[in-house]
T-cell receptor, first 112, second 116 residues
Framework: TQLLEQSPQFLSIQEGENLTVYCNSS?????LQWYRQEPGEGPVLLVT?????EVKKLKRLTFQFGDARKDSSLHITAAQPGDTGLYLC????????????FGAGTRLAVHP | DAGVIQSPRHEVTEMGQEVTLRCKPI?????LFWYRQTMMRGLELLIY????????DSGMPEDRFSAKMPNASFSTLKIQPSEPRDSAVYFC??????????????FGDGTRLSIL
């Protein structure tokens, strides 16, 4: 059983649509990170959420950390082809930022 | 600023051969991480170093894998002998421990390894 379950695994949408992807666990974490990985590149950190119920916005991306700090969501408004990529959530169960465990990811394709 | 630099970008070799992957972290970063990414297992941490010292190698799959960091600007991940199941994309990342309570890991673009 994976520590972090991400859903959906794949998402194919048209430009302009809204979408939400999820990262769920049965464990409680002190913080959670979201990364985006584009083909042929390494993951790039988008955001770190640390407080239960926290909402962070990055342009058209909205990140929420669950009240119980067990889950998180990423909502994209008016998706663009540039949003295409693999979205990964990650945690360090020890509470630091070194020993990261990643979810399997959601692979998003946004078509013009 | 230069990011994390990995070489080679692609490596194709035959089973049984020794493979050496190289990483140059971002200057001034004192933590270095090696990851492996496959479709089946996703992105997994293999080993990480703080100040050139290996801290946690619990993710290293077996004795065929070894990693070294002889100085602050260079690290290697070696597989000897290589097997087809080692085929994956290997990433190196680095992180600074200064500048605040949290600093992110910065990833290189990876080495795509194929063992025939």
């Amino acid at each position: 059983t994976q520590l972090l379950e991400q859903s959906p695994q794949f998402l194919s949408i048209q430009e302009g649509e809204n979408l939400t992807v999820y990262c769920n666990s049965s464990s409680v974490f002190s913080s959670l990170q979201w990364y985006r990985q584009e083909p042929g590149e390494g993951p790039v950190l988008l955001v770190t959420v640390v407080t239960g119920g926290e909402v962070k916005k990055l342009k058209r991306l909205t990140f929420q950390f669950g009240d119980a700090r067990k889950d998180s969501s990423l909502h994209i408004t008016a998706a663009q082809p540039g949003d295409t990529g693999l979205y990964l959530c990650a945690v360090d169960p020890s509470g630091g930022y070194n020993k990261l465990i990643f979810g399997a990811g959601t692979r998003l394709a946004v078509h013009p | 600023d230069a990011g994390v630099i990995q070489s080679p970008r692609h490596e194709v070799t035959e089973m049984g051969q020794e493979v050496t992957l190289r990483c140059k972290p971002i200057s001034g970063h004192n933590s270095l991480f090696w990851y492996r990414q496959t479709m089946m297992r996703g992105l997994e941490l293999l080993i990480y170093f703080n100040n050139n010292v290996p801290i946690d190698d619990s993710g290293m799959p077996e004795d065929r894998f070894s990693a070294k960091m002889p100085n602050a600007s260079f690290s290697t991940l070696k597989i000897q002998p290589s097997e087809p199941r080692d085929s994956a994309v290997y990433f190196c990342a680095s992180r600074t421990g200064t500048g605040g309570w949290y600093q992110p890991q910065h990833f290189g673009d990876g080495t795509r390894l194929s063992i025939l």
